[in-house]
């Protein structure tokens, strides 16, 4: 699959990344003669982040190819990502240019954050708004708005590339979210031109409190607790009356002229100007995987998107023989002061290939639901080479005994270049969860452990046996 982005600002190489990313070849035509420097950086970035928010590997990834001629670039393409600036005579210009170029089924989004589409296509085109969210290779949200049948079919793609696409019911200038930003972003220059707070106060009475409720349940939900047992009912009736209090200048717009925008400047430069640009992006994407994935565990919010998009992705497969039980990327977080990953991800990675291997013989969430499980009674591990953060990470799983109680694994944590970086031998008892003691697995779970271990009978397990196993140990 091809896509192809035509302006390739910030919003355009986050597009880029995002479709890169999920494996599809991407096209980017934009006249800045740096376009090819800034939208490398973008991608380098999104190399570093996307790939930490899964326990799976991506998809390969797509070809990435830049175009001086715009036709050139959108030919081809399944899906078009205008992202020029947010300029209505530009936009006229463009959208007209990218249909004329396109095929008759490709889908034409536009990035705008405020225009409708009836606006955007007042020259005879058929784009959708799909309005994302920055980065947009982390954050799932697209909004859309059009053409309905057009809608539906962008959804899927964009499900398919890890997305949330969020349908607008009716066409409204800024959409949904943006008019929400919009609302606090007017109370805050207030504040800041009134003197009541600095631009670096307003961002902690954010980042410290309502930020991360709206990052787990937006603002109902949020709110339905606030009214406790009683629920939205009485939060409405408590708080309600304080909507015909002057508490807001929604209604009112602070004069936009040279000196609010020094004012406004010269704080944020005192709040931040000690980092570039890249390095905050850093910051913030490194903040943004790690919320996301402490998201990932309830699959609330955009952690259930990730959850969601990491299941549907293709199986592992194998490598010489054995299953492959993990396939990520290394994240910064498994490594430590000398650079390279600390030895608790070792076994992590293995703990993480132990759970798969569980699940593919039948003993995955809903067996441990159902009361039983296999716990973990010896490991050992051999460190053989450094792993560090940003590289592919595979793990091959062999049974090398699964009779009775026992499950005995032997796994090879491998480089992305083949080369042996750790092996993990582990063996578990099957346990009640009831009683908290070791008892026979189901038949079925049993039957599929023997066919695995019969697989693997005369596969060679160099490393293996030497201390695990060499004794009778069970849960009391």
Same mark, same amino acid.
């Given at each position: 699959?091809?896509?192809?982005?035509?302006?390739?600002?910030?919003? *355009?190489? $986050?597009?880029?990344?995002?479709?890169?990313?999920?494996?599809? %070849?991407?096209? @980017?035509? #934009?006249?800045?003669?740096? /376009?090819?420097?800034?939208?490398?950086?973008?991608?380098?970035?999104?190399?570093?982040?996307?790939?930490?928010?899964?326990?799976?590997?991506?998809?390969?990834?797509?070809?990435?190819?830049?175009?001086?001629?715009?036709?050139?670039?959108?030919?081809?393409?399944?899906?078009?990502?205008?992202?020029?600036?947010?300029?209505?005579?530009?936009?006229?210009?463009?959208?007209?240019?990218?249909?004329?170029?396109?095929?008759?089924?490709?889908?034409?989004?536009?990035?705008?954050?405020?225009?409708?589409?009836?606006?955007?296509?007042?020259?005879?085109?058929?784009?959708?708004?799909?309005?994302?969210?920055?980065?947009?290779?982390?954050?799932?949200?697209?909004?859309?708005?059009?053409?309905?049948?057009?809608?539906?079919?962008?959804?899927?793609?964009?499900? *398919?590339? $890890?997305?949330?696409?969020?349908?607008?019911?009716?066409?409204? %200038?800024?959409? @949904?979210? #943006?008019?929400?930003?919009? /609302?606090?972003?007017?109370?805050?220059?207030?504040?800041?031109?009134?003197?009541?707070?600095?631009?670096?106060?307003?961002?902690?009475?954010?980042?410290?409190?309502?930020?991360?409720?709206?990052?787990?349940?937006?603002?109902?939900?949020?709110?339905?607790?606030?009214?406790?047992?009683?629920?939205?009912?009485?939060?409405?009736?408590?708080?309600?009356?304080?909507?015909?209090?002057?508490?807001?200048?929604?209604?009112?717009?602070?004069?936009?002229?040279?000196?609010?925008?020094?004012?406004?400047?010269?704080?944020?430069?005192?709040?931040?100007?000690?980092?570039?640009?890249?390095?905050?992006?850093?910051?913030?994407?490194?903040?943004?995987?790690?919320?996301?994935?402490?998201?990932?565990?309830?699959?609330?919010?955009?952690?259930?998107?990730?959850?969601?998009?990491?299941?549907?992705?293709?199986?592992?497969?194998?490598?010489?023989?054995?299953? @492959?039980?993990?396939?990520?990327?290394?994240?910064?977080?498994?490594?430590?002061?000398?650079?390279?990953?600390?030895?608790?991800?070792?076994?992590?990675?293995?703990?993480?290939?132990?759970?798969?291997?569980?699940?593919?013989?039948?003993?995955?969430?809903?067996?441990?639901?159902?009361?039983?499980?296999?716990?973990?009674?010896?490991?050992?591990?051999?460190?053989?080479?450094?792993?560090?953060?940003?590289?592919?990470?595979?793990?091959?799983?062999?049974?090398?005994?699964?009779?009775?109680?026992?499950?005995?694994?032997?796994?090879?944590?491998?480089?992305?270049?083949?080369?042996?970086?750790?092996?993990?031998?582990?063996?578990?008892?099957?346990?009640?969860?009831?009683?908290?003691?070791?008892?026979?697995?189901?038949?079925?779970?049993?039957?599929?452990?023997?066919?695995?271990?019969?697989?693997?009978?005369?596969?060679?397990?160099?490393?293996?046996?030497?201390?695990?196993?060499?004794?009778?140990?069970?849960?009391?």
């Amino acid at each position: 699959m091809k896509a192809a982005i035509i302006g390739g600002g910030v919003i *355009g190489g $986050g597009w880029a990344a995002r479709f890169l990313l999920n494996g599809w %070849d991407v096209a @980017i035509f #934009d006249p800045d003669p740096q /376009a090819e420097r800034k939208i490398g950086e973008v991608i380098a970035n999104a190399r570093r982040a996307l790939p930490a928010l899964y326990d799976r590997a991506l998809p390969p990834e797509g070809a990435l190819t830049f175009h001086t001629d715009m036709a050139e670039a959108v030919r081809g393409s399944a899906w078009v990502q205008e992202s020029v600036p947010e300029t209505l005579a530009l936009k006229h210009k463009v959208l007209p240019a990218i249909a004329a170029a396109a095929g008759p089924d490709t889908i034409i989004g536009s990035s705008t954050s405020g225009f409708k589409p009836s606006e955007l296509n007042a020259a005879g085109t058929n784009a959708v708004v799909a309005h994302p969210f920055n980065p947009v290779y982390l954050l799932p949200l697209v909004e859309l708005v059009g053409d309905a049948a057009t809608c539906a079919r962008a959804a899927d793609i964009l499900r *398919g590339i $890890g997305m949330f696409p969020l349908i607008v019911r009716k066409e409204i %200038d800024a959409h @949904i979210a #943006d008019r929400l930003l919009e /609302a606090v972003w007017r109370e805050a220059l207030w504040l800041v031109k009134d003197g009541i707070a600095t631009t670096e106060e307003i961002d902690e009475s954010i980042r410290m409190a309502f930020g991360i409720r709206w990052a787990q349940m937006g603002l109902f939900e949020t709110y339905r607790i606030a009214g406790g047992e009683a629920g939205m009912k009485h939060f409405m009736a408590q708080f309600g009356p304080a909507l015909a209090w002057p508490w807001t200048k929604l209604m009112d717009v602070p004069e936009f002229n040279d000196e609010l925008v020094d004012l406004i400047a010269s704080q944020s430069d005192a709040q931040s100007g000690h980092r570039s640009i890249r390095e905050l992006e850093r910051l913030r994407d490194d903040n943004v995987v790690g919320m996301i994935r402490a998201l990932r565990r309830s699959g609330s919010g955009a952690g259930g998107v990730v959850r969601a998009h990491e299941e549907a992705l293709p199986d592992l497969g194998e490598q010489g023989g054995l299953p @492959i039980t993990v396939s990520r990327q290394v994240p910064v977080t498994w490594t430590d002061y000398n650079g390279h990953m600390n030895e608790t991800h070792y076994l992590e990675a293995a703990s993480l290939a132990t759970d798969r291997f569980m699940e593919m013989i039948g003993a995955g969430p809903d067996y441990v639901a159902a009361g039983r499980s296999y716990f973990t009674v010896e490991n050992h591990i051999r460190y053989l080479d450094e792993i560090h953060a940003g590289e592919r990470l595979t793990v091959t799983s062999q049974v090398l005994a699964g009779q009775g109680k026992k499950l005995h694994l032997f796994h090879r944590l491998w480089h992305g270049d083949g080369t042996l970086a750790a092996t993990v031998e582990t063996l578990l008892l099957h346990t009640d969860l009831a009683t908290r003691r070791s008892s026979l697995p189901q038949t079925t779970v049993a039957d599929a452990l023997a066919e695995w271990a019969a697989r693997h009978a005369d596969l060679p397990a160099e490393g293996a046996g030497r201390f695990v196993g060499q004794r009778d140990t069970a849960p009391a």
